[in-house]
C-alpha cells in the first residue's frame, strides 16, 4: 500500500496498516520478554505514526487543494490546469486516441518554466520490458487526464531511447553538433 504510489489517502492507510502490525509485534514482544522486539517495533510504530500524520495530513491536504484547482479551473473560463505531480504517470495515446505508454518525468526549463520535454515510458506485450523516449513539448498536446502525441507512432519510434539514467539536456536534435 505505502510503494504502490497511489495517493497520500492509500499511502497513508498503509502506514495505519503497519502501525497496528507494528503495536501487535509489541504486545507480542513484552508478553513473551522479548527486548529486541519490543525495541524494533516501538520504533516502527513512531515511524509508522510519523507517515500517519505525513500522508494522511499534510500531503493528503496538498493533493486535495491541487485536485479542488484542477476542479475548478475545469468549471471556469481560465485555462484547464492539472497538476505538475499528476503528470507522472498519465496515459499517453496517439492523435487517434490509440494507446502508447505513459509519462514518467517532464522536464522544466527553469528560466521560462516552460516543459522541454516528457519522457515517455511504453512496455513490450508482457509489459517486462521498458523503454523510454523523451518526446519534445511541441509534439505533445497536453490534456487534462491524458498525453496526446502531435507525432505518429513511427516518428515516436524513430526517438532514440534512452539511456540509464543519463538524460539529455533537450529533446531536440543538437543541430550545432552534426553541422
Excluded at 72 to 99: I, N, Q
Excluded at 140 to 168: H, K, M, N, Q, V
Aim: glycine letters at 12%.
Amino acid at each position: 500500500m505505502t510503494a504502490a504510489n497511489l495517493g497520500a489517502r492509500l499511502t497513508g492507510w498503509g502506514f495505519v496498516v503497519f502501525t497496528f502490525g507494528s503495536i501487535a509485534w509489541t504486545i507480542v514482544g513484552l508478553t513473551s520478554g522479548q527486548t529486541n522486539l519490543i525495541a524494533s517495533n516501538g520504533f516502527l510504530t513512531l515511524v509508522n505514526v510519523v507517515g500517519i500524520w505525513r500522508w494522511l495530513g499534510r500531503q493528503r491536504k496538498y493533493e486535495d487543494g491541487g485536485r479542488s484547482a484542477r476542479e475548478a479551473s475545469r468549471r471556469s473560463s481560465k485555462p484547464t490546469l492539472f497538476t505538475a505531480t499528476g503528470l507522472a504517470g498519465m496515459p499517453v495515446v496517439l492523435e487517434d486516441g490509440t494507446p502508447l505508454g505513459k509519462s514518467v518525468e517532464a522536464l522544466i526549463e527553469c528560466r521560462s518554466g516552460e516543459v522541454s520535454y516528457v519522457v515517455v515510458a511504453t512496455s513490450s506485450a508482457a509489459g517486462l520490458e521498458e523503454q523510454l523516449r523523451p518526446v519534445p513539448a511541441r509534439s505533445i498536446g497536453f490534456g487534462c487526464d491524458l498525453l496526446t502525441l502531435a507525432i505518429s507512432r513511427g516518428a515516436y519510434e524513430a526517438i532514440a531511447p534512452l539511456d540509464g539514467e543519463a538524460w539529455p539536456a533537450s529533446a531536440e536534435q543538437d543541430t550545432k553538433a552534426v553541422s
